[in-house]
């Protein structure tokens, strides 16, 4: 094998290596970076509507939540 060859072949190694860690890390259920507060209560029957019980009063949503839908919230919500 050439020199030059060599030089290649440690490339692609490298690119190679990189490949695998990038897909190591970004592989299963990609997480949210920040973690809301967990959830005091049930998410079952009647506590579907997040929205309608996280707009206005002491529970409300912070106003950085413009726009999220019920069906985001556990994303970053999990129950306690
Ligand atoms: C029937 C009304 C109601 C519904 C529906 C509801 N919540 Fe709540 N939630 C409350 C109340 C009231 C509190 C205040 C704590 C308590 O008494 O349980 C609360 C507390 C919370 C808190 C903690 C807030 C804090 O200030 O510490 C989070 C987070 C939360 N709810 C998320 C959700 C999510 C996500 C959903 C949808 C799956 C949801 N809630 C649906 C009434 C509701
Ligand atoms: C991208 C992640 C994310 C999503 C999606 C999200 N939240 Fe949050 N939420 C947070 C974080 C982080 C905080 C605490 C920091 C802040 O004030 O923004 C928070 C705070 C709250 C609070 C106040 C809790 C407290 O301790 O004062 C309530 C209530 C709440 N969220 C409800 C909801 C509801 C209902 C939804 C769906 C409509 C929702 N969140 C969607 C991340 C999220």
Known sequence: ?????????????????????????????????????KIPHSVGA????????HTTGEQAMPADHAGRTNSVCQDCHKPA
């Open 46 to 53: 009647g506590f579907e509507n997040c929205i309608g019980c």
């Open 1 to 37: 094998m050439s020199t030059k060859n060599k030089g290649i072949s440690i490339v692609i190694a490298i690119v190679l290596a990189i490949i695998l860690f990038a897909s190591a890390c970004g592989g299963g259920t990609p997480q949210p970076t920040v973690l809301g507060t």
